[in-house]
């Protein structure tokens, strides 16, 4: 039997905590401070939410020990609150398998290998060759084709799709209408048309990844398409082809990096980032949302070039200035030279 419900003794000890208040006390879900109620934990990890500490009705709260004075119910008390409320959100997660069983109309090849305690949804395709190794969860509508192989404890959730000899590895989790291998934006112009260019290479999915809805990774044209262990993507993002992420890289919705550019390890791309083709980014590099990459980054640090909104008029004044920066340029020039 699944458990629902747990003691602040428990919970301290899988997450490191230290409780401060009644330690017997259970509780059975999450909530946010505001809105939390008896039998819920809440959390504070933003100091600009601490005047809603005061009067939260929550049976207990994660936090640290500078605001455990204004706490007025039970506390566990670590230095990284927001980290105890994700080892918390794991602890009492609800959220079901993609799929139960293996459902009469999945399709499946005889020479498609199959694990021990795999599930797969209802009108699933798993083509000949395929290997899904155990505790694969395959959601409704899914495809997975010839020869890819998927690595234990993986998940694919409704309609995702897993092009042929595309390698996913261990304990990961893709959410649904994501397409990994389709085919990399690769023709060759001639006579005024266009030829296409087949994509041969493959995609390569590391150990721990998680993908968000609607993503598309594309297979490489020659080389495969890598992304290491432990990156998260978020949703509807462009991965073109040949491009390698690195180990621990983030990246938010709508980020889009062009064909054969490589990105280091634990860098974080915020939303709407896009990053040109056939360029290095060193490992360690933040870039701010709407940053617009368009050489190699070689030193880590923080990159901004996205244009934070403003008032209209104050806009158009701007951008009036902004062209007139070469004629100013060449002005100020022509004065130091006098």
Known sequence: MIKTSYTLAEIAKEIG???SGDENCEVNSLATLLNAGDGQIAFLANKKYRQQLNNTQASAVIISEDFLGNCPTNALVMSNPYLGYALV??????????SSSIHPSAVIDSSAAIGSNVTI??????????????????GAG???????S??????????????????????????????IGSDGFGYAPTKGAWLKIPQLGSVIVGNCVEIGASTTIDRGALDDTIIEDNVILDNQIQIAHNVIIGEGTAMAACSVIAGSTIVGKNCTLAGLVGVNGHIEIADNCVFTGMAMVTKSVTESG?????MPAADNKEWRRTNARIKKLDDMAKRLTALEKK
Do not use: K, M
């Open 17 to 19: 905590a230290t409780v």
């Open 89 to 98: 959100a794991q602890l009492l997660d609800t959220t079901p398998r993609s």
């Open 121 to 138: 949804g209802a009108n699933s395709v798993i083509e000949a060759g395929a290997s899904l190794a155990d505790n694969v969860s395959i």
């Open 142 to 148: 899914c495809f997975v084709g010839q020869n890819a």
């Open 150 to 179: 998927i690595g234990e404890n993986t998940s694919l959730w409704s309609n995702v799709s897993v092009y042929h000899s595309v390698q996913i590895g261990t304990d990961c989790l893709i959410q649904a209408n994501t397409v």
């Open 302 to 306: 923080v990159y901004s070039s996205g």
